[in-house]
């Protein structure tokens, strides 16, 4: 080795830059990469084969603003305590988020889509500042277009052809394939897609059987997640049109992040796809999220670019709020002691993780849990007395069978381990 040799492997490496790729109510089973022969992801399908794919992926609360908080944060919602759409970060708190660290260290940053996190955006807190508050629209123009979807596309390439000679980190929060909560179509995707899918009959899963409704508390059955169910759901054909047009969100999003990674080398770019929360496909009777079973919590994780490994399907627990803590160690930053997450690129021992979820709301009990291995406990924490559930994952996957009433030692333990983890979460 020579002494230029020599100096040059004495530098350190230079600073990765990252794309943050954030789905909004995308569960975990609508990936190519995941099993699904149905959906059309070829994009996302083909950045699982360069980087690492987790087949358990989960958020610890299925909510939009929450779970962007403890994406921002690295934190469990008990600790940074955001429960509801319009609580924002204390000052000292947002200045310990991973897109304010990365910019006092000199990055780049920008963030497009839905912020999601509060009323208050910060819009100086950012180099390049393309968000939106509230849920956003498909059409912003009015229809037929442009769609968000292609217009937050544009917005990316901007960010990422005006790059100069600091690293960057871009954040995009998608609205797809969240719906338009006032529109009574509820799914609206662009009409460039509407010949994807036509000719598909989506199946209807096993415990969209009422009986598995008729076993919910009687306030779910009343609530909000059974009125979305009627509006998306309730007939054979509304079933069908509603999963068709949120499976051509999903493909339309991933059309725009294939123009994004053809402008990123993935030699120097950390890349992380990630969703906000599961969603309901009419499982249990219901649609949205909030809940703990898999549907709600459950979500597609992705990660590709330096120092991870390629075609990769790893089984050990991975979480929303491990994001921040990845990034920033890619960066070569300190993960700060409160934010609870671990850095995804190396193998982790977590075999549970708790579920919280806190917002208040009439037509959502609130509810908190524990995920292991095997086994699911959770219970409706309003419930007098406290509602439980328990499964065995192994051998009941669908969470069919309630296991709280048959196997009470099963029961207290579960139940005495979740109370560990929730004053552990802190």
Not at 79 to 87: E, K, L, V, W
Not at 234 to 253: A, G, H
Request: with cysteine; glycine share 8%.
């Amino acid at each position: 080795m020579n002494r230029r040799s020599f100096l040059a492997s004495l530098a350190p490496a230079p600073r990765p830059n990252i794309l943050f790729l954030l789905s909004d109510d995308q569960r975990w089973d609508t990936l190519g990469c995941m099993g699904n022969r149905l959906i059309k992801t070829p994009h996302l399908d083909r950045l699982a084969s360069q980087g690492t794919l987790f087949e358990r992926a989960f958020v610890t609360t299925a909510i939009c603003a929450v779970s962007r908080a403890s994406v921002f944060s690295g934190q469990y919602a008990r600790r940074h305590g955001i429960h509801d759409f319009a609580t924002t970060f204390p000052p000292e708190a947002f200045a310990q988020t991973y897109p304010q660290l990365l910019r006092a260290a000199g990055y780049r940053t920008g963030f497009i889509g839905k912020y999601g996190v509060g009323n208050k955006m910060p819009t100086d807190a950012f180099d390049f500042w393309r968000g939106f508050p509230g849920q956003g629209k498909y059409f912003p123009q009015g229809e037929p277009g442009p769609h968000l979807t292609t217009i937050m596309g544009e917005q990316a390439l901007d960010f990422l052809g005006a790059a100069d000679a600091r690293p960057w980190c871009l954040s995009i929060s998608f609205k797809a394939a969240h719906v338009q909560d006032e529109d009574p179509r509820q799914f609206l995707p662009s009409p460039e897609s509407a010949h994807l899918y036509d000719g598909v009959t989506f199946p209807v899963p096993k415990t969209a059987d009422p009986k598995y409704f008729d076993q919910l508390p009687e306030r779910v059955q009343k609530g909000e997640a059974r009125a979305r169910w009627h509006k998306r759901f309730d007939t054979p054909e509304k079933y069908q049109t509603s999963v068709r047009n949120y499976y051509r969100l999903i493909s339309e999003m991933d059309t725009q992040v294939g123009r994004m990674l053809e402008k990123v080398d993935l030699g120097n770019t950390l890349v992380v796809f990630l969703g906000d929360n599961g969603f309901y496909l009419g499982e249990h009777g219901l649609a949205g999220k909030w809940y703990p079973h898999e549907e709600s919590i459950r979500v597609p994780l992705l990660l590709a670019g330096p120092g991870v490994k390629r075609n990769q399907r790893r089984q050990d627990f991975g979480l929303n709020i491990d994001v921040a803590p990845t990034i920033l160690a890619a960066a070569g930053l300190p993960i700060p002691p409160r934010m609870q997450g671990h850095d995804l690129r190396r193998p982790q021992r977590r075999g549970e993780f708790f579920y919280e979820h806190l917002f208040k709301h009439p037509g959502i009990p609130q509810t908190e849990g524990l995920r292991t291995e095997r086994y699911k406990y959770f219970r409706y924490i309003e419930s007098q007395p406290v509602r439980e559930e328990v499964y065995d994952l192994s051998r009941d996957p669908l969470e069919e069978n309630n296991l709280a009433n048959t196997n009470p030692a099963m029961l207290a333990k579960l139940r005495a381990h979740c109370d560990r983890l929730r004053t552990a979460v802190t």
